[in-house]
């Protein structure tokens, strides 16, 4: 089949991307100096990991030792090796999973994850659910949004609903995201009449699209479910609503889902703007070809000119655009979880940067984000070429 | 004649040159019109039948006066403002015994908006002129105070205290040089680097691509975030703190032109003027400079100006997740003002919720809405500039 070997030549030509992207992170984290380094890998040792110690410290004659803590770190990490084989090392540590661990201590880990020290793969596999199921959300959001009024404002070009799509998209593009997540926030809260509320004698501001899931003191139980792990982490998959389905319980489904309604559309809000644009150029292309006008001469009803001949065929660039702004998408993640306190790896990154910088998950979330857009661009790639063969074909 | 049909500009020589007539058929030297500027005014026409795009001219004017005006008047007590939170018995206007804020305050200042503060506590005083500015902010219910545009806290970061009005008159000139700096910067890189990809091709071609697209697969904020972050530390003046920012969007906002100039470029090499130029002798660099680039300049122009705009929101969502240009520091930058009044906002609701029980709270509207609204209409009017200058550039959009 020829769409397999296409897929085969797809994944290929990915290899060299992600050891690029590998190599960038490799240079930045070749920057931080060799005590942040072997803090973000071991967590912190007695003796610090400064070169030297004061000798008292480790009962020994003299005034400055050599620190045990640094020179076993340093040789461990391969510190002491020539540049390109630490290169090497790290390309090995990050194919194979081994991303470091969390800082023990850092504020990202004190307050997401109970301030133990464990690898930060694991951490990320416990808040990417939460993210790809907002992700899921926002992208419906926005292809619900962007196709139709796409197709409308370029089969009514100029008139009102084009203008006031174009001022949508404009505004979309113009309007920081923190800014109308913070507004559609205090809308909602308003709106719902509570600011916010005690339980257990912690007040939660905004209490009702704040978090992940209700303050545990608020819920009926007083506690969330056994099935949402220590971490917030869920079981079975791992997927926040998805799971309160499979354990039926529909009032923390609605929760979930309810908390991810607001941020979707403050990034359905932000992204919808390009996509639209690109969606009503190629619609309007479209509408000048051969083919739409040799259906209207043989009477087919209009609507149908534009839905069937026209819209699926500027379907296509849709899709590609969609790839293309997924990257400037999925980066505004960590912005709006952070505003709405949403479990995810974006709240992940924005709680590892301030006030102490917690490295191992920086880059982590850093690389995870990059993988998830590139494994983005290889879907829309496969479709594309599956809904228009001669991609594939020629 | 077909091809003066082409070009029915009137400012244009619409005679069809033919052979050796040439020079024949041209008007006299002097009164020839230089294209380039006749282009340029048939561009200024269609833009200025745009509406929107005037609308947007005319308000980035006004932020460039600004800019320029502030940038004149010099520095206002910079990087110290004159409005700091200070804490400490007030002891009336124009004495100096106050003590600058070391967090034994609290966010809520609790006292009387007209009379003197009870002590301990915190209020705003203009360094240079004590009697100008009266402790009457009342954060508790979140008056703007005395001045202009009201006034944004920042407690729980360095104690900052900035004057909105100051900060958008003294950020106008670090908004715009660190958006057109870092723009202009990144497109010049794309330029050369894409119309040398796009002009060499084979393996410069491949290579440049692919580094390319390994930087165009990071989100871009994700990749400002990290290299800030990791270089951060390192950093400490104000300038290389500056610069460091504009570093790391350049990083970020280089490949993005490169991919628009080698596409465009691609195309202009196959035209008959550049085929001309080459079989007249020209080598590459004349060919490259003379007509490649300055034909494939108009959608780098328009991405750039569009790019322009999102500046001030990306370093808006840095300062935001947490990365400050000048920690402890009061610096103006109109992003990261904006940034600063959303952050602090849940938590001043809630402190506010909490100590006033008894009286209702207002809402701090104008921490959110003056730096907000500056930021937003810069980034509109760019955008409704780039969507004007898009259509006049281009002539199949004209219509």
């Known amino acids: 089949m020829r769409m397999w070997i296409y897929i085969i030549r797809r994944l290929l030509l990915l290899l060299p991307v992600i050891i690029g992207v590998m190599t960038i992170t490799f240079v930045l984290v070749s920057t931080l100096s060799v005590d942040t380094k072997l803090n973000a890998y071991y967590g912190p040792s007695k003796f610090g990991y400064a070169p030297t110690v004061s000798c008292s410290q480790l009962g020994l004659p003299g005034t400055n030792c050599t620190n045990p803590a640094y020179a076993r770190g340093v040789k461990a990490l391969g510190l002491d090796q020539p540049i390109y084989i630490q290169w090497l090392q790290y390309m090995k540590n990050s194919l194979t999973l081994n991303w470091g661990s969390t800082e023990h201590g850092s504020y990202a880990s004190t307050n997401l994850i109970g ?6 793969t694991t951490v990320l596999s416990y808040f990417l659910p939460y993210t790809l199921e907002l992700a899921a959300l926002s992208l419906l959001l926005i292809l619900a949004l962007a196709i139709p009024l796409g197709n409308y404002s370029a089969v009514y070009r100029n008139r009102p609903l084009d203008q006031a799509t174009r001022v949508l998209s404009f505004s979309g593009f113009a309007l920081p995201g923190f800014l109308l997540a913070i507004l559609l926030l205090l809308g909602a809260t308003v709106l719902a009449g509570q600011f916010a509320q005690v339980c257990n004698g912690q007040s939660t501001p905004f209490f009702e699209f704040y978090g992940s899931w209700p303050p545990s003191g608020c819920l009926p139980g007083g506690q969330l479910p056994s099935w949402v792990g220590s971490f917030g982490q869920t079981s079975p998959t791992g997927f926040p ?17 309810k908390r991810q309604i607001l941020p979707a559309v403050t990034i359905a809000y932000g992204s919808v703007a390009g996509i639209l644009r690109f969606v009503r150029n190629s619609m309007l292309e479209v509408m ?4 739409i006008r040799t259906a209207r001469s043989k ?16 379907l296509n660039v849709t899709i590609t655009v969609l790839g293309l702004t997924f990257a400037g998408f999925i980066g505004g993640f960590a912005i709006i979880e952070l505003v709405f306190h949403l479990r995810g790896i974006g709240l992940l990154l924005a709680y590892s940067i301030l006030p102490s910088p917690d490295f191992g998950l920086i880059f982590g979330t850093t690389l995870l984000f990059t993988i998830i857009v590139v494994a983005a661009n290889i879907i829309v790639d496969i479709l594309y070429a599956y809904l228009d063969p001669r991609v594939r074909l020629g | 004649m077909p091809s003066a049909s082409a070009n029915s500009d009137p400012t244009l020589p619409s005679g069809k040159p033919t052979g050796s007539t040439v020079s024949a058929a041209l008007p006299p030297k002097g009164r020839r019109p230089n294209p380039r500027i006749a282009q340029l005014k048939r561009t200024w026409y269609f833009l200025s039948r745009n509406n929107l795009a005037l609308v947007g001219l005319a308000i980035l004017i006004f932020f460039g006066v600004v800019a320029v005006s502030s940038f004149v008047a010099g520095p206002h007590g910079f990087p110290d403002d004159h409005l700091v939170l200070y804490c400490g018995s007030y002891a009336g206007p124009g004495t100096q015994t106050y003590v600058p804020l070391s967090g034994s305050c609290n966010l809520i200042c609790t006292y009387p908006s007209n009379g003197p503060p009870p002590s301990p506590n915190c209020y705003a005083v203009d360094q240079y ?10 954060l508790a219910h979140f008056s703007g105070g005395p001045l202009p545009l009201g006034s944004l806290t920042i407690v729980s970061d360095g104690n900052l205290f900035y004057s909105i009005y100051d900060g958008f008159v003294e950020g106008a000139q670090w908004s715009l040089a660190i958006s057109v700096s870092i723009v202009v910067t990144g497109a010049l890189i794309g330029l050369l680097l894409g119309s040398m990809a796009g002009y060499l091709g084979g393996l410069v071609d491949e290579l440049i691509m692919r580094v390319t697209d390994i930087f165009l697969s990071i989100p871009a904020l994700l990749l400002v975030l990290v290299t800030l972050a990791a270089l951060g530390p390192s950093f400490s003046t104000l300038p290389q703190r500056v610069g460091l920012l504009v570093g790391a969007f350049i990083i970020v906002w280089w490949p993005s032109y490169t991919r628009i100039v080698r596409g465009q470029v691609l195309v202009t090499r196959e035209q008959k003027y550049v085929e001309a130029s080459r079989a007249s002798g020209a080598r590459a660099p004349r060919i490259v400079l003379k007509h490649i680039v300055p034909n494939s300049l108009y959608p780098v122009f328009v991405q750039l100006s569009l790019d322009v705009g999102s500046i001030p929101l990306l370093v808006g969502g840095i300062a935001f997740l947490g990365y400050h240009i000048f920690p402890t520091l009061y610096f103006p930058e109109w992003g990261q003002m904006s940034a600063l009044a959303v952050g602090i906002l849940p938590g001043e609701l809630t402190a506010c919720q909490i100590a006033s029980t008894t009286s209702p709270c207002a809402f701090p509207w104008w921490q959110l809405l003056f730096p907000g609204l500056i930021v937003f209409l810069f980034a509109i009017s760019v955008n409704f500039l780039s969507d004007g200058l898009r259509d006049a550039f281009d002539p199949r959009l004209r219509r």
Do not use: Y
Request: net charge negative; aromatic share 8%; no cysteine.
């Open chain 1, 115 to 120: 301030g133990s020290t464990i690898p930060v």
């Open chain 1, 241 to 257: 609503t998805v799971d309160a389905i499979i354990h039926q319980n529909w009032f923390l489904a609605w929760e979930s889902v």
């Open chain 1, 288 to 291: 000048n070809l051969d083919f």
């Open chain 1, 299 to 314: 009477g087919v009803p209009e609507s149908v000119v534009v839905s069937k001949h026209a819209g699926r065929n500027s």
């Open chain 2, 129 to 138: 002129n004590p009697g100008n500015v009266p402790p009457t902010l009342n």
